[in-house]
């Protein structure tokens, strides 16, 4: 199993590329089964999530192709991919596959769109906490499927053949559970209205890709959206948005660091809860051209709270990553975890390299110290993951990340990004 090694102490300066959001991507794959002409993807990150869902469609009977050649973008990471299901092979979505994902239940709403029936084996993913799917079954429940669980399946089916326009009310924010029953509703009869929806970025995205295949949408970006469904959707051609969590993990990376980093290509528009902490906490962070730059001046970050919430507020895919900035800031800095309950696995490895960490139910007590020690850690989930190679960036000696497939899952090309701009960061093999 590969492992990353780190030797800190070095400054980050210089241009750091910001690839295509793979939580907004994986939706957008989706896409692909509610028409039966192509969907083209420009900008699709390179990650293991994405072969997973490629595979996952495969045997749904997407054709998934690799236009990157015959289209190369040198201004954008990433893929070209072109994904055709001129007819659907399979409505079932196996456990091999489910299992080492959480996004593929997105299939589910699609198929029970375009071929009534669907059977989606209970997702897995990173373990940070229940995560349960009832959001999106109690959802497609309202819209006419007939839905039950068996021997760790969704077996869902349309009775009536088609899905029916229905108001839904979601009795708590659910990104997973919008993006499924938008696309469902897309094909629906009727309309639609989706009540305290997500509005993530990825969820406006996913709303643009289906308004080019002909969706007929309003409200993305609010808490409530009105689908009109329509007969049959075509073929479009959309763009991935950047990813706001590689642009913050980054962003706090330069800061860790010390450095002056321009993460080109990054919105700062989709990360306005994470800069207003920055800057609290004494990080310069200015817009520019083409993205933004990221400047601090070695040990000049200072101590501040921050409190996970639904967007637009700071995203609980960043809290693990600023737990890490705050290890070594000036004072003290109070984090609250209030969407994942099991979230807080990285404090332990964080610990062992030196932090001063205090856990008390859904909240820790950062008080940061002079500096931290490289050790031997263990990744735990994706973002844990990436919190303990910043962690690295900054501490005395070498620093090893065991289980780093985690990272393969969510971060493109990582080890090359950071050394490019100084960092003293490699790979290190099964063989080595």
Same mark, same amino acid.
């Given at each position: ?6 030797? &800190? ?10 690839? &295509? ?10 896409? !692909? ?22 595979? %996952? ?20 990471? #990433? ?13 079932? !979505?196996?456990?091999?596959?489910? /299992? ?13 769109? /375009?071929? &009534?029936? =669907?059977? +989606? ?11 349960? +799917?009832?959001?999106?079954?109690? @959802? ?24 029916? $326009? ?47 295949? @002909? ?16 007969? *049959? ?19 706090? !990376? ?10 080109? $290509?990054?919105?700062?528009?989709? %990360? ?6 920055? *800057? ?18 070695? &040990?000049?970050?200072? @101590? ?49 390299? #030196? ?23 263990? =990744? ?20 090893? +990340?065991? /289980? ?11 080890? *090359?990004? %950071? ?14």
């Amino acid at each position: 199993m590969d492992r990353i090694r780190i030797r &800190g102490g070095n400054r980050l300066t210089g241009r750091l590329p910001i690839s &295509g959001s793979k939580n907004a991507a994986l939706p957008l794959m989706a896409t !692909a089964l509610l028409t039966d002409e192509p969907v083209t993807l420009t900008g699709v990150p390179r990650l293991a999530d994405i072969r997973t869902m490629s595979a %996952l469609l495969g045997q749904h009977g997407v054709e998934i192709v690799d236009r990157s050649v015959q289209e190369p973008d040198e201004d954008r990471l #990433g893929a070209v991919l072109e994904l055709a299901a001129p007819k659907i092979l399979s409505t079932t !979505a196996p456990y091999d596959i489910v /299992r080492k994902m959480r996004a593929s239940v997105l299939v589910l709403g699609p198929l029970l769109a /375009r071929c &009534g029936k =669907a059977e +989606v084996s209970l997702p897995g993913g990173c373990a940070i906490g229940t995560r349960p +799917v009832d959001l999106h079954i109690s @959802g497609l429940e309202a819209m006419g499927a007939e839905v039950s669980i068996d021997q760790g399946y969704i077996h869902a089916s349309v009775p009536a053949g088609r899905l029916k $326009g229905a108001r839904v009310v979601f009795p708590k924010v659910s990104v997973g559970a919008t993006e499924n029953l938008l696309m469902a509703a897309a094909l629906a009869d009727g309309e639609t209205v989706l009540v305290n929806a997500a509005r993530e970025p990825e969820i406006v995205d996913l709303g643009l890709c289906l308004q080019a295949m @002909g969706a007929r949408i309003e409200g993305l970006g609010t808490d409530t959206i009105h689908v009109q469904g329509v007969d *049959r959707l075509s073929a479009a051609r959309h763009p991935v948005i950047p990813d706001r969590i590689e642009t913050g993990t980054y962003a706090m !990376a330069a800061a860790i660091a010390g450095g002056d980093v321009l993460l080109q $290509g990054a919105r700062i528009d989709t %990360l306005q809860a994470m800069v207003d902490i920055l *800057r609290r906490a004494g990080i310069a962070v200015t817009e520019e051209p083409d993205g933004f730059r990221v400047a601090c001046a070695p &040990g000049s970050v200072k @101590g501040v709270d921050a409190m996970t919430e639904p967007y637009p507020g700071f995203p609980t895919d960043l809290q693990a990553q600023f737990m890490a900035l705050m290890c070594t800031a000036s004072g003290a800095s109070m984090i609250t975890e209030t969407i994942f309950e099991n979230r807080f696995m990285h404090v332990p490895e964080l610990m062992r390299m #030196g932090a001063d960490i205090t856990v008390h139910q859904s909240s820790v007590l950062v008080r940061g110290v002079e500096s931290l020690t490289g050790a031997q850690v263990m =990744a735990t989930d994706l973002r844990a993951s990436v919190s303990l190679v910043l962690a690295g960036l900054m501490a005395r000696g070498e620093t090893i +990340v065991n /289980r780093v497939y985690h990272l393969d899952r969510g971060y493109e090309e990582l080890e *090359r990004k %950071l050394s490019a701009c100084g960092a003293d960061i490699e790979r290190i093999a099964d063989d080595e």
